[in-house]
């Protein structure tokens, strides 16, 4: 009974509120969704003896999942080693997770494509000079999509049916394991993945990105193509002004990644009336006080105002463009080999540059 | 003693003892089966029974003093053992008596005619004992007499139920969603013996997936959506025939399509199959006529017809 009191501050982070955006669209807001997956992957671990009392957890992130590790790590008693890149960790969340104990290990991001690679690699040296510490392999561990059990049944407990599930994709843990749990009982569902241009998630080569927090340099074994009934990439632009309006309209104060799934939802929810759509938003706005809340951060970007598109650009190739774009292709759960053939290389055709 | 949590009169005494009757519906099976989260954060094995009211039990219990009871039909060991845990719990040891058992249910085919028989004898003993037991207690003491036990102490209330340990996981709410039910017994000459039956071991994905069909369930039961519900029953049947498979199951997982069922359910530990339509529906008692005319067409047996809370004339 005490270890249940105990954890039940950090359970909020974890339960979503539900929020009606329109009469046939329902958001998912978490405090920090990446707490589910964490908790449920320790959970798992400890079960398994895989992790021991005060052992030692090692974890290579960008970001918000870090700050989900740091968290169970500081109130179950782990030692915790988080690698990151310096484009992707902010001095306040660097300074959040020291403060909970938490050893932070920094590699260069030049390219600005994550450095995803070089993150594994610090990684692989830290593992290899501590054998007994515990890996969550959020990417590839089967117990992140398994978390999200809960999250579903949350949305079936309130809503009943979902017609639509949209959101953002970046290990692919919340979108394929919420999706798998709620086609075992409505099979025919829809899945619509927020990806972003020169994210390679589905299909594209890797490239800078202007929108951090979904997409990914390298494909996660977590991520099932097969679940996608559609596929959008959101560029950096379109999903900052989504970001603010969200804010603006329903006093949502979120992440842009929450700013790209919810313009998305939107757009489907009204394509599809007579359907409810569900979008999952991972995280609030705090981490982004001083770039995409801040009004002179984003009037220095090159583009910005950018025009709000009213929809996507429908693609029969995949195609990166520009961050102030906004494409989708009818994915009709294809794997990405199969969509790779269909739809092309992931260079963009002469006729959209 | 002065304990009157499961409504025991204090003071009673075998001296006011009588002839006392009890009833209990059968059931056709399983709306749901699997692994569950308890209050507790623990796993329990539980249910949710699709209740059958055409087949009962009734016993009648004529008290005796002298401990021992005897069964007509002889040989009813676990209706015998609940009237006796009955009796202890009243704390009337030294009363035996004779139990008489009248019962429609079939069986070994997942109709729970084991259960209704214990809890029809714990009701017969406790009515003759002139005691009302609360719905848990006689659900416990039905555990208690037969290992595990279907939850019909609850008397057709949708609940969640863990039939091993006689605990009450969740009740859904206040009624089932009006259903018409189609059943049939795919292998009449195949009787499960229940405790025979090794429980399932479900692998992961398949707890956690117990997990989003409870909560639809609970959703289904308060919208009184019968379809919903019909869904979780259909995604149960499916996860059931990883573990006990039955046979005709895909021809008759066409034949709910094909008939505009909304769903099917099984029997986990039987040989019984439902197609469920949503008694709402304007058509619904034809479809459930036609769709049992092709079950006996198909050469089914003990097809029956049944419906649970639809209003009107059938």
């Given at each position: ?6 954890h039940?501050?950090l ?24 707490l589910?997956p964490a908790r449920f992957m320790l959970d798992r671990a400890e079960a398994r003896?895989e992790l021991?009392?005060?052992g030692?957890i ?10 989900a590790l740091?968290l169970l790590a500081?109130v179950r008693?782990y030692?915790l ?53 515990w890996?969550p392999?959020?990417?590839?561990n089967?117990d992140?999509?398994?978390a ?206 | ?314």
């Amino acid at each position: 009974m005490r270890a249940r009191w105990r954890h039940s501050y950090l359970d909020g982070y974890a339960t979503p509120r539900l929020a009606k955006l329109a009469p046939n669209l329902v958001a998912a807001c978490f405090p920090l969704m990446k707490l589910l997956p964490a908790r449920f992957m320790l959970d798992r671990a400890e079960a398994r003896g895989e992790l021991m009392p005060g052992g030692h957890i090692v974890e290579t992130t960008s970001g918000t999942f870090g700050l989900a590790l740091a968290l169970l790590a500081a109130v179950r008693g782990y030692r915790l080693s988080l690698v990151s890149a310096d484009t992707l960790l902010d001095a306040s969340l660097q300074r959040r997770l020291v403060a909970l104990g938490a050893r932070i290990e920094i590699v260069p991001d030049a390219d600005k494509t994550g450095a995803q690679r070089a993150r594994l690699a610090r990684l692989e040296a830290i593992r290899s000079g501590h054998p007994e510490a515990w890996w969550p392999q959020q990417y590839d561990n089967p117990d992140n999509p398994r978390a999200y059990a809960r999250l579903a049944e949350l949305l079936v407990r309130t809503l009943g049916a979902v017609d639509c599930l949209v959101g953002p994709v970046g290990s692919g843990g919340s979108m394929c394991g919420t999706s798998a749990f709620l086609r075992e009982v409505f099979p025919a569902m829809r899945t619509v993945a927020a990806d972003t241009h020169r994210s390679v998630l589905f299909g594209h080569a890797a490239g800078s990105r202007l929108l951090r927090g979904l997409g990914n340099s390298l494909v996660p074994q977590n991520v099932d193509h097969s679940a996608f009934d559609e596929v959008h990439w959101v560029g950096g632009l379109q999903a900052f002004a989504a970001t603010r309006r969200l804010h603006r309209e329903h006093g949502i104060f979120a992440g842009p990644t929450s700013g790209a799934a919810v313009l998305v939802a939107s757009w489907h929810a009204r394509q599809h009336p007579d359907q409810l759509t569900v979008v999952i938003l991972p995280d609030e706005g705090h981490r982004y006080q001083d770039t995409v809340h801040n009004d002179d951060w984003l009037l220095a970007l090159p583009g910005w105002p950018a025009v709000e598109a009213a929809g996507p650009l429908e693609l029969q190739h995949l195609a990166p463009l520009g961050e102030a774009t906004w494409t989708c292709i009818a994915w009709q759960r294809r794997s990405l080999d199969a969509a790779r053939r269909d739809f092309g290389d992931g260079l963009a055709p002469d006729a959209l540059t | 003693m002065t304990n009157t949590r499961d409504g025991r009169r204090p003071g009673s005494n075998e001296g006011r003892l009588r002839v006392g009757t009890g009833r209990a519906s059968a059931h056709h099976g399983e709306l749901l089966q699997g692994v569950f989260e308890g209050a507790d954060g623990r796993l329990h094995r539980g249910l949710i029974t699709l209740p059958c009211p055409v087949f009962t039990s009734t016993a009648t219990f004529w008290p005796r003093l002298g401990s021992g009871i005897t069964t007509r039909p002889a040989g009813r060991d676990k209706a015998s053992r609940a009237a006796t845990l009955t009796l202890e719990r009243l704390s009337l040891p030294q009363i035996g008596g004779e139990l008489t058992i009248e019962s429609t249910v079939p069986m070994g085919h997942g109709y729970g005619s084991s259960t209704a028989d214990v809890v029809a004898a714990i009701r017969a003993t406790a009515a003759a004992a002139r005691v009302t037991l609360r719905q848990e207690t006689v659900a416990a003491l039905a555990v208690a007499a037969e290992t595990a036990s279907d939850p019909l102490a609850y008397e057709g209330l949708p609940v969640l139920f863990a039939q091993r340990e006689g605990l009450l996981l969740e009740l859904l709410g206040p009624a089932f969603p009006p259903l018409i039910i189609v059943g049939c017994n795919v292998a009449p000459d195949q009787p499960v013996d229940t405790l025979l039956t090794s429980p399932a071991r479900y692998g992961s994905d398949e707890i956690e997936t117990f997990r989003v069909l409870s909560g639809l369930a609970r959703h289904a039961v308060a919208a009184g959506d019968a379809r919903l519900l019909a869904s979780v029953a259909t995604a149960s049947a499916c996860i059931s025939q990883r573990h006990l498979p039955k046979p005709h199951f895909d021809k008759l997982s066409d034949l709910a399509r094909g008939t505009g069922a909304c769903g099917l359910q099984v029997a986990h530990s039987g040989t019984l199959i439902g197609l469920l339509f949503d008694g709402a529906e304007s058509h619904a008692r034809r479809r459930a006529a036609e769709a049992a005319s092709h079950l006996a067409a198909h050469g089914l047996l003990s097809v029956i017809t049944y419906e649970l809370g639809v209003e009107g004339t059938p």
